[in-house]
T-cell receptor, first 113, second 113 residues
Framework: NAGVTQTPKFQVLKTGQSMTLQCAQD?????MSWYRQDPGMGLRLIHY???????DQGEVPNGYNVSRSTTEDFPLRLLSAAPSQTSVYFC????????????FGPGTRLTVL | DQQVKQNSPSLSVQEGRISILNCDYT??????FLWYKKYPAEGPTFLIS?????DKNEDGRFTVFLNKSAKHLSLHIVPSQPGDSAVYFC????????????FGKGITLSVRP
């Protein structure tokens, strides 16, 4: 199993550009989440999904969109990038109600100029 | 308002000694607590967890203690090893909210040879 994979590893955008951060898991996990990590801030939840077709907002959802058309994939879209979205983004998945432990991907380091 | 607090940003211990990492929380609805370890340029990896129905959970060199009345938990690493040097995040979730982890800011542990 590859676990949770994220692409790209690094990305530089100009203000106003859009892009999609990809996340995929091969563990058949129902629950998937996106977090961002900023210096001195820990990880903050952006959006999450409890299954295909179901998504909801986390703590810092503004500026981001998500969709969940399959169990495996959970892409994160930046519609119009801003410097405040410079961060490291982590995708995570977990099996379900009996398993709170989330498995994280390696992260995407995004810089918005 | 930070619901999970790791007030000490860093800790340095000698190899072979005990490392004690502390975490406090304010949300009474939290009923599951986790510790994650993170190396630079990698995603967080799950270390150990504890349910609110327990006050201690042990896994090898790692033990987590939970004091619900004080809303405090701690991670003990005995004996500490240089490979334990990393950032440690405390996280918490409410019952059934598997995709919604609330993280502390993290503690950087340095284990001196």
């Amino acid at each position: 199993n590859a676990g949770v994979t994220q692409t790209p590893k690094f990305q530089v955008l100009k203000t106003g550009q859009s892009m999609t951060l990809q996340c995929a898991q091969d563990m058949n996990h129902e629950y998937m989440s996106w977090y961002r990590q900023d210096p001195g801030m820990g990880l903050r939840l952006i959006h999450y999904s409890v299954g295909a077709g179901i998504t909801d907002q986390g703590e810092v959802p503004n500026g981001y969109n998500v969709s969940r058309s399959t169990t495996e994939d959970f892409p994160l879209r930046l519609l119009s990038a801003a410097p405040s979205q410079t961060s490291v983004y982590f995708c995570a998945s977990t099996a379900g109600l009996a398993a709170n432990e989330q498995f994280f991907g390696p992260g995407t380091r995004l810089t918005v100029l | 308002d930070q619901q999970v607090k790791q007030n000490s940003p860093s800790l340095s211990v000698q190899e072979g000694r005990i490392s004690i990492l502390n975490c406090d929380y304010t949300n009474s609805m939290f009923d599951y607590f986790l510790w994650y370890k993170k190396y630079p340029a990698e995603g967080p990896t799950f270390l150990i967890s504890i349910s609110s129905i327990k006050d201690k959970n042990e896994d090898g060199r790692f033990t987590v203690f939970l004091n619900k009345s004080a809303k405090h938990l701690s991670l003990h690493i005995v004996p500490s090893q240089p490979g334990d040097s990393a950032v440690y995040f405390c996280a918490a979730s409410e019952m059934g909210a598997n995709s919604k982890l609330t993280f502390g800011k993290g503690i950087t542990l340095s284990v001196r040879p």
